[in-house]
């Protein structure tokens, strides 16, 4: 049994709330699916104060105490995952924004590898497309498998013509990801998330030392002598590529100063 969760980030049970629960009931309807529908409005998330402390040092040293943890543990238990928000003055709700701010370290050390993900924004006119973009960006720097979210739009009172486009769209949608669901988990990266990877990583080797978490944490995982984030199996282009990917980031490590110790 797959175990899928939707993160919703609108105070309402209406148009985000109602679109998210058809996708996960058309998921459950394949087959071999469980869904779960967590309201961040239920969870208390502070507001990050930029302290970088969680990115420097460890996010464990964060000071500010709320449910960050419990909504990671969340999606560390399922194989798949769904960022939904309604479309505020052209971006998430300020609910979900806080919610990311609060993964902030996860950007620096990915680790939800091998898991689906994609996102849902419900708009009422215009500018939704582009929050689309920007969370399925922020899925891949998670480290989830992406599939490209979803852009729903009606105003109310909804017509039925506008409530069948978008149930046709949630049911397409839905497939794609359960066809996800059931596919390799670690796929071979592609040219770009290959050079995202190596430049970052032989970045972070030659500017930082052993007393940042980035430096430490990749260390432990190897990833400053791995082919990428996971075991795969790159073909001859890659390998090379890959390499290349690590002189071109040395030679601009070159013209930085590396940072200090931390004391
Ligand atoms: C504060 C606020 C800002 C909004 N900004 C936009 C916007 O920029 N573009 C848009 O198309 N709709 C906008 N809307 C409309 C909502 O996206 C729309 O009503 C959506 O269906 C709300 O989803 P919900 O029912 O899940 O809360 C805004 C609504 C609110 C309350």
Known sequence: MKKVIALVGSALKKNTYNSVNKFLNMLESFGGVETEIVFLYDYHIEICRGCKLCLDRGEELCPLKDDRDKLIEKMDNSDGVIFASPNYSFQVSGKMKCFLDRLGFVFHRPRFFGKVYTNIVFQGIYGGNKIVKYLDFVGDGLGFNIVK?????????ISEYEQSKIDKAIEKKSFLFYKKLNQPAYPVPSLLKLMIFRMSRTGMKLLLNDTFRDYNYFKEKGWFESDYYYDTSLNFFKKMTGRLF??????????????PRLN
């Open 149 to 157: 979210g979803l852009c729903l739009t009606a105003t109310e009172p």
């Open 246 to 259: 690590d002189s071109m980031a040395a030679k601009s490590a070159k013209k930085k100063a590396p940072a």
